[in-house]
């Protein structure tokens, strides 16, 4: 099952926000020590395209229903915010790449409570992305 992007507004982060308020591992930078910085850039603007697909299918589409990430009260906007950066940079120290999303997000139904997705989505997301998708309260 893929992803349906036609809800998605706009990303959830933007370089911005994952570089200078998030601050990712240095592991996970956009730029620095990569071979070939284009690439990685490449790669972040996928995955955060991706991360808020992904986030806002874990939220039941809650966040797109609203109109957007915009339109989602302060507080549990800083955590969906938070969420997608944990998911980047999760997949970035983990040597995700583009093509990788695919495979990894065709899951069928995901649901953050149930159990049995739980380690699944750990593995994909990571446990720090989980927790604050949690706090988030949407």
């Given at each position: ?31 620095g ?52 950066a ?53």
């Amino acid at each position: 099952m893929k992803l349906n992007t036609d809800k998605i507004e706009a990303p959830y982060i933007d370089a911005e926000y994952y570089t200078n308020i998030f601050k990712p591992n240095k592991n996970a930078m956009i730029t620095g020590s990569f071979n070939n910085v284009e690439s990685h850039i490449a790669d972040f603007d996928a995955f955060r395209n991706r991360a808020s697909e992904l986030v806002d299918r874990l939220v039941n589409s809650k966040i797109s229903d609203a109109g957007g990430i915009e339109y989602v009260s302060p507080t549990p906007q800083m955590f969906i915010r938070k969420a997608t950066a944990a998911v980047v940079q999760f997949w970035f120290i983990n040597g995700y790449t583009t093509s990788d999303l695919d495979n990894m997000l065709s899951l069928g139904s995901l649901n953050i409570n149930q159990k049995k997705n739980g380690d699944t989505l750990r593995k994909i997301i990571g446990l720090d992305a989980l927790l604050l998708i949690q706090k988030s309260g949407i």
